[in-house]
């Protein structure tokens, strides 16, 4: 007998997948907070000059080399990155779960929607 793919299996796996993301991302933030609490914890901010986010967190290549080097804020960075990518992650899973189940009017609303946030990404355009 042959198992067929279910409505309730996707939602179970997407469910799966958005809470893992929340909690992984959430993990990784909290290491980076400890790590940076560590380092800059009894630093005294000096709110008469903004210094802004340094140089390494504006690029992957950087992002990657600070979490290499145990730097807090780099691996918060990373953590946020991971929250933000969830839902799109979510967004895939969709749009497998509607090939699986043969809905091509949804799997193709759902990659226009991927499109849509793929193009927003890249574009630097959010609405």
Do not use: C
């Not at 504006?58 to 080399?65: D, K, M, Q, T």
């Not at 804020?73 to 899973?93: E, K, M, W, Y």
């Amino acid at each position: 007998m042959v198992n067929k793919f279910k409505d309730k299996d996707m939602q179970a796996v997407i469910g799966w997948v958005l809470r893992a993301g929340v909690f992984v991302s959430m993990f990784i933030v909290f290491i980076g907070g400890i790590i940076y609490l560590m380092r800059h914890g009894q630093s005294v901010a000096n709110y008469h000059r903004f210094v802004g986010v340094p140089d390494f967190i504006h690029s992957p290549r950087g992002v990657i080399n600070g979490i290499i080097n145990l730097r807090g804020r780099a691996i918060i960075q990373a953590g946020i990155v991971l929250l933000i990518a969830t839902p799109v992650v979510r967004v895939i899973f969709s749009a497998i779960g509607f090939m699986l189940e043969k809905d091509y009017l949804y799997t193709a609303i759902t990659f226009i929607v991927l499109l849509i946030i793929v193009i927003s990404a890249f574009s630097g355009h959010a609405g």
